[in-house]
């Protein structure tokens, strides 16, 4: 394994030769995903595949969505109660579950909802680590994989029961689902449900969790953080309580305020691809089958480039720009975060929505912790909730 931790010697890894690469702990994603994962494919498949699932993922596919996002928010967040102590992680999770039923399932209404919501958290708690580390644990005689089987069991027949009801309906739907139903492959034949299944596993699991961290995260830094709390304000406040969810994805501080968790934070430490044949990397000749790994976490914590790495300063996004292979939370190359836009657009909507109407601080230190392939909280971020801002409403 050679493990790279410059932004030139990732540039040269991610961006050469796409077809000489394969995926990195492939064999335990087959046995979690399927082997239709996006994960899994390499060359002509893989990039046939992203060909397909590219368009549902564009910015103009989820614009629309920003109202949606925002109503999930003020839903899991309306119990919330003066003086309270609540672990975010929870509400988090709950937001991102919930996004990715409306935006990735295209479930908001009917009697979907209630199974799927279900169905859904089931299956991604029993994904274990386990499984990605040490495939050979993927046998009915371990007992997490048996339970890890019966909930894809349960998965499996809810969504093909919505994939039946939707063959049944002539109306297309621009929710990722819908998309993936109307695809059709180089040869012509369609993602048959096994493909599809396979497929809407991924986006749960790549999706679910990070995004929800990543928002955790980003309230406990600004409430230990109150300066920038009260510029982030000011930038938020001046559009009125209920902005319109496409201006407040393009505000530049609340762009800075997310980019900086997403670096203080490397919630994927590292991404790798495993060679299929010899490559020529800064200077030497690495074998095939040889595994390069580029450690996005040393990158953005190389003090070169963001002087004084371990202090939150979202300002350093302000005063200069990065390139792709400085600040790379989403990997980079051919198999770059195809969710990127999706998670950038649902964490700013959400952030300014709490920061508007809540006022919070840290309950507790927190820390993080590895939790599989991704950095997780040890504690799920305690927030004091102090109340509503001025009783819900903002000073313009
Ligand atoms: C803060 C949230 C997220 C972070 C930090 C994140 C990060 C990453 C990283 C580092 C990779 C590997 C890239 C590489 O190998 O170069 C990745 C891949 C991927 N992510 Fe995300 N991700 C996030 C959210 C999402 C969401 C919301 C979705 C979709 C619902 C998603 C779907 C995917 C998929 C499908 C891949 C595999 C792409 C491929 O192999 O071609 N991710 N993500």
Not at 142 to 153: H, L, N, T
Not at 365 to 373: G, L, M, S
């Amino acid at each position: 394994m050679v493990v790279l931790l410059t932004p030139e010697s990732a540039r040269q890894a991610l961006t050469g030769m796409p077809d000489g690469y394969d995926a990195f702990w492939k064999e335990g994603f087959t046995g979690v995903a399927g082997p239709h994962s996006i994960w899994v494919l390499s060359g002509d498949a893989h990039r046939q595949e992203r060909g397909l699932l590219s368009p549902a993922f564009h910015a103009s596919n989820f614009r629309s969505y920003g109202e949606t996002i925002r109503g999930i928010v003020q839903k899991k967040t309306a119990d919330w109660q003066p003086g309270q102590t609540r672990r975010i992680l929870d509400t988090t999770l709950s937001i991102s579950l919930e996004v990715i039923l409306r935006i990735v399932f295209g479930i908001g209404s009917g009697r979907f909802v209630e199974p799927g919501q279900r169905v859904l958290y089931d299956l991604w708690r029993k994904a274990t680590p386990y499984f990605i580390f040490f495939p050979w644990l993927m046998r009915d005689w371990f007992p997490p994989w048996r339970r890890y089987s019966a909930a894809k069991e349960q998965f499996t027949a809810w969504v093909n029961d919505i994939i039946a009801e939707r063959q049944n309906s002539p109306e297309q739907s621009g929710d990722v689902l819908g998309q993936m139903l109307a695809m059709h492959y180089e040869d012509g034949s369609a993602m048959n449900a096994e493909a599809i299944r396979d497929e809407l596993i991924t986006l749960l699991m790549a999706g679910n969790e990070t995004t929800a961290t990543a928002l955790a995260w980003a309230l406990y830094d600004l409430g230990n953080n109150p300066d920038v709390l009260a510029t982030l304000r000011q930038e938020l406040d001046a559009f009125g309580p209920d902005p319109d969810p496409g201006l407040v994805t393009r505000l530049p501080y609340l762009s800075a305020v997310c980019n900086e968790t997403l670096r203080l934070h490397t919630l994927l430490p590292e991404v790798g691809r495993v060679l299929f044949s010899p490559l020529d990397l800064c200077g030497h000749t690495l074998p095939a089958g040889t595994s390069v790994v580029v450690s996005v976490m040393a990158i953005h914590h190389d003090p070169g480039l963001y002087p004084e790495p371990d202090l939150y300063n979202p300002e350093r996004f302000s005063k200069r720009s990065y390139g792709v292979f400085e600040f790379m939370p989403f990997g980079g190359g051919h198999r770059r975060c195809l969710g990127a836009g999706l998670s950038d657009y649902e964490m700013r909507i959400s952030l300014a929505e709490i920061v508007t109407h809540w006022d919070f601080a840290p309950a507790a230190r927190e820390q993080e912790v590895r939790h599989d392939i991704a950095m997780g909280t040890k504690k799920g971020v305690l927030l004091y909730i102090k109340g509503r801002r001025t009783g819900g409403e903002r000073n313009i």
